[in-house]
């Protein structure tokens, strides 16, 4: 959440992405922090996953998060 904060405050577009069981932490933990990231939350667990698991995750989340950094561009 810092990372995604630096880069805005930077002027740097960016999108968080995270594991859907922290949903509600990372809104929170943005909140304290007075910002509004872009995010995209992918399904939960990651850690257990395999290699394709984890592509397959990827391939699914990328529209998602090409279409938020291009609103974030424009915006």
């Known amino acids: 959440m810092h990372d ?4 805005e405050s930077r002027g740097i577009p960016g999108v968080f ?3 859907d069981a922290f949903t509600e ?3 929170t933990q943005a909140k304290a922090l007075g910002c509004d990231p872009l995010a995209v939350y992918i399904p ?3 850690q257990y996953r395999s290699d394709d698991e984890i592509r397959d995750l990827a391939d699914n989340a990328f ?7 291009y609103k974030a561009q424009t915006s």
């Open 4 to 7: 995604i904060v630096d880069l």
């Open 17 to 19: 992405v995270a594991s």
């Open 25 to 27: 932490a990372a809104r």
């Open 44 to 46: 939960h667990p990651i």
């Open 63 to 69: 529209e998602s998060i090409i279409t938020l950094i």
